[in-house]
C-alpha cells in the first residue's frame, strides 16, 4: 500500500476538512502518488479523484434531545440496570413518605381529620402502610376517619 499521508494532508487543507474525511479514489491511486504540490492536488480535486466525505448529520440527535426533555425516551426498552440502579429504594421511599406526610399535615391543618386520627397515620405511614397517597385517602374512607363537617 503506498503511503498517501503528505497528499492527505494537503487535500484536507485544501478542502478545508480533516484528514479522515478526504476520500481519494482507489482506481488513481498513481496520480494521486505523483502529486506532490498544492496546485498537483487541486487539479485532481477539480477532476473528482479527491472529494471531500459528507458530514454526519445531527438533526436526528437534535430531535433525540427535545424528546428526552419532555420525558420520553423512558420506557422499559430504554433501561439497562436493575430496576434500583436508577432510583434507589431509599430515594423512592424518600419521595413517597414525604408526599404522604404533607398529605397528612394539610389534612390536620385544614381540619379534615382529627390530631389523634393524624398521630395513627402518621405511625402507619412510618411503618410502610400506605402505598401512596391515594392509599391514603382509601384507608381514610374505609375507616371512616374524615371529620364532618
Known sequence: MTNLRNQRRLASEILKVGEDRVWIDPNRVDDVEAAITRDDIRKLIHEGVIKPLKEKGVSRARARIIHKKKGLRRGAGSRSGASGARFSKKEAWMLRIRA????????????????NAYRKLYVMAKSGRFSSIADLERYLKAHDLWRKR
Open 100 to 115: 404522604i406526610r404533607k398529605k397528612l399535615r394539610e389534612l390536620k391543618m385544614n381540619k379534615m381529620i382529627s390530631e
